[in-house]
């Protein structure tokens, strides 16, 4: 009902081509902080989360306009707030529903929300809206316990799909491939987190479904999908984005709301790298050509031969046997500790086999292992692959 209603929201009250110049028209009018400004893109400087905060209450137009509120996860230690209009939210259901095709699917939903109280640990972790057909599972309760009981409910609803953070999909699938539960989605999308290799590798084998990735934020300044080819493109009419150089085929992406006029951003520096290639893409996409999602600069591990990327890092875990989840954390003298997830079955030969894996990418004597029971969510219910103290 929800998803039909913003998708009729869409088509009949909203243009479909999105206009740069419209939105700064609109904000040099109503936003206090672009105010008798320019309609020149080339006339903004660049915005970025902090600028945003310290001026939150000259990017919001005080009118009567329906509001909803976002927020970023705060992985640089400073959270972030967003306010979105009617417009915004159905926009992004439109243009998330034409890549993700999913309108008339069941949606099972493992994206951070809080079901349950603090220090419940509840056996079903998982409450059903049946009028709008979605399940919400909570990504704070994910045990053996708790993924045999959700499996078996799914088993018993047909024609779903799954949309959720990398990390969660990932658990849901490694527990059913190391169970050998057999579980299918018609449809499995990701977003809100960079998916690693291997996080990918084994949805798609445990689901038996190619993962639709969908990169976004809660600024809602630029939205990229992931084609056939694995590679990323722009979203066609979502949002005016830029690239800003960093190192070689390294960019910052930039971008411009074109729908949200309860807060508009105009060139926010979202701050997250993407690798860019020259060549064009095997999908027959004409728009550049993105061939990798790196995250922030924070997401990069320091080494003396240079910066490593968390994306490339997660190759490590791809080949390794009986591990869970594992994150890198790099600390403030540049010592590396892997923390490291085992299931019952890691032996002594597991852990020099993941021992080998790591020395391809780092030097032996800079890191050591620890062995954990979980790896510890933000408040979003996300974890991130790699954490950098030294930077």
């Known amino acids: 009902m929800i998803r039909k209603f913003f998708k009729f929201y869409y088509t009949h009250f909203m243009k479909y081509d999105g206009n740069l110049k419209d939105i700064l028209e609109y904000s040099t009018?109503?936003?206090?902080?672009?105010?008798?400004?320019?309609?020149?893109?080339?006339?903004?400087?660049?915005?970025?989360?902090?600028?945003?905060?310290?001026?939150?209450?000259?990017?919001?137009?005080?009118?009567s306009l329906i509001k909803n509120k976002g927020y970023s996860g705060g992985t640089t230690g400073t959270p972030g707030k967003y306010l979105r209009d009617i417009g915004c939210m159905a926009s992004e259901q439109y243009f998330q529903s034409r890549y993700l095709k999913w309108d008339d699917k069941f949606k099972v939903i493992m994206r951070g929300d809080k079901l349950f109280k603090p220090g419940e640990n509840p056996k079903k972790i998982y409450k059903i809206v049946p009028f709008i057909k979605v399940m919400y599972v909570s990504s704070f309760h994910i045990n053996d316990a708790t993924l045999k009981f959700l499996v078996a409910k799914l088993k018993t609803i047909p024609d779903k799909c799954l949309w959720a953070y990398p990390?969660?999909?990932?658990?849901?699938?490694?527990?059913?491939?190391?169970?050998?539960?057999?579980?299918?989605?018609?449809?499995?999308?990701?977003?809100?987190a960079t998916l690693l290799a291997y996080q990918l590798e084994t949805i798609e084998k445990a689901f038996n479904c190619k993962v639709k990735d969908w990169y976004g934020q809660a600024e809602r300044v630029a939205a990229l999908y992931?084609?056939?080819?694995?590679?990323?493109?722009?979203?066609?009419?979502?949002?005016?984005?830029?690239?800003?150089?960093?190192?070689?085929?390294?960019?910052?992406?930039?971008?411009?709301?074109?729908?949200?006029?309860?807060?508009?951003?105009?060139?926010?520096?979202?701050?997250?790298?993407?690798?860019?290639?020259?060549?064009?893409?095997?999908?027959?996409?004409?728009?550049?050509?993105?061939?990798?999602?790196?995250?922030?600069?924070?997401?990069?591990?320091?080494?003396?031969?240079?910066?490593?990327?968390?994306?490339?890092?997660?190759?490590?875990?791809?080949?390794?046997?009986?591990?869970?989840?594992?994150?890198?954390?790099?600390?403030?003298?540049r010592r590396i500790v892997i923390k490291v997830v085992k299931n019952q079955y890691f032996t002594k030969e597991d852990e020099m086999k993941l021992y080998k894996h790591i020395s391809y990418y780092i030097p032996r004597e800079l890191c050591s292992m620890e062995y954990v029971d979980s790896i510890e969510k933000n408040s979003n219910g996300k974890f991130r692959f790699v954490i950098n103290e030294a930077i």
């Open 29 to 63: 009018k109503n936003i206090g902080y672009y105010r008798d400004m320019s309609t020149n893109i080339v006339d903004y400087g660049y915005i970025n989360k902090k600028i945003v905060s310290d001026n939150f209450n000259l990017f919001i137009r005080n009118s």
């Open 167 to 192: 990390s969660s999909a990932y658990l849901l699938a490694e527990y059913c491939l190391r169970t050998n539960e057999r579980l299918e989605f018609d449809i499995v999308a990701t977003s809100s």
């Open 226 to 333: 992931r084609c056939e080819y694995g590679h990323y493109h722009e979203v066609e009419n979502y949002s005016y984005m830029e690239y800003l150089p960093v190192s070689d085929n390294l960019y910052e992406v930039v971008g411009t709301s074109y729908y949200n006029k309860a807060m508009p951003l105009i060139r926010y520096n979202t701050k997250d790298l993407v690798e860019i290639s020259g060549k064009p893409c095997m999908c027959g996409n004409n728009g550049r050509n993105i061939i990798a999602i790196h995250g922030r600069n924070w997401d990069f591990v320091l080494l003396p031969s240079g910066k490593i990327s968390g994306n490339l890092l997660s190759r490590i875990f791809s080949r390794a046997d009986n591990v869970i989840e594992a994150q890198i954390i790099q600390k403030r003298d």
